[in-house]
């Protein structure tokens, strides 16, 4: 019982790193994102095209994946 007490503490502590691991990846996801927008934002803007449906710089992660499929 002791052990199988010890495997699901493991397994926990694993899921709580991979939770950890994919969060963080997202974040670095998202301000990569971001910074594309604004990068491209401001090259349109220098061109004299008015920017439309590009996310904000508050928007969420989601509103800028959406943005870019």
């Known amino acids: ?20 691991r994919f969060a963080w990846e997202m974040v670095k996801g998202t301000e990569s994102a971001k910074t594309a927008c604004r990068t491209l934002r401001l090259a349109l803007s220098d061109m004299g095209v008015r920017v439309r449906g590009v996310p904000g710089e508050d928007a969420s992660a989601f509103d800028f994946s959406e943005w870019t499929q």
């Open 1 to 20: 019982m002791e052990a199988l007490r010890q495997e699901v503490s493991k397994a926990e502590v694993n899921t709580e790193k991979e939770a950890q």
